[in-house]
């Protein structure tokens, strides 16, 4: 029973749908946007062995630097008024500055909104759709924030639809 693999452009994402029988000529209505135009890929058959986990070593930034700034973060949080948006916002900011991470359009405007006081939970109700678009961080080394940009790598939904 065949898994197809289907490309929605305006989401720059990969879905996979399984078909109960061999189907060549249908093609899904995306899953997330409704597009109607997806395109069929060829997708890998399967991958053995046990996948390695992802360390500090894999970041393409100083781990010691990534460590540093992780204790700081745990240490500020402990006094974080978690009533005042502000507080959440500027060690946020610290915590990027000594990564060198930067942040997506999306996280900027919210970390911005934060900065003046607005209460993030209305900023998650009214970007919310925008931000699960955007790569929220972007590591050093990297340009641009959009998933749907062309140069963005697919999103890969890890649902299986059915076909």
């Excluded at 898994?3 to 879905?15: K, M, P, Q, S």
């Excluded at 997330?32 to 058959?45: M, Y």
């Excluded at 006081?117 to 340009?143: C, H, N, V």
């Amino acid at each position: 029973m065949p898994i197809y693999e289907f490309y929605c452009e305006r989401c720059n994402t990969l879905f996979n749908f399984f078909s109960r029988t061999v189907n060549t000529q249908k093609i899904p209505a995306c899953p997330r946007c409704g597009n109607p135009q997806l395109s069929r890929r060829a997708s890998l058959f399967a991958v053995t062995g046990r996948a390695e986990e992802n360390t500090m070593d894999d970041l393409p930034m100083d781990a010691s630097k990534m460590e540093k700034a992780m204790e700081m973060m745990a240490r500020e949080a402990e006094h974080i008024n978690e009533d005042d948006p502000r507080q959440a916002a500027k060690l946020m900011r610290k915590l990027t500055d000594m990564t060198g991470v930067g942040l997506g359009p999306g996280m900027e405007e919210a970390l911005l909104r934060m900065e003046r006081g607005e209460d993030p939970e209305t900023i998650e109700a009214e970007m919310g759709d925008r931000m699960e678009d955007e790569e929220p961080f972007i590591l050093p080394g990297k340009k641009g924030g959009g998933r749907s940009g062309k140069n963005q790598p697919p999103r890969k939904d890890d649902t299986l639809y059915d076909l």
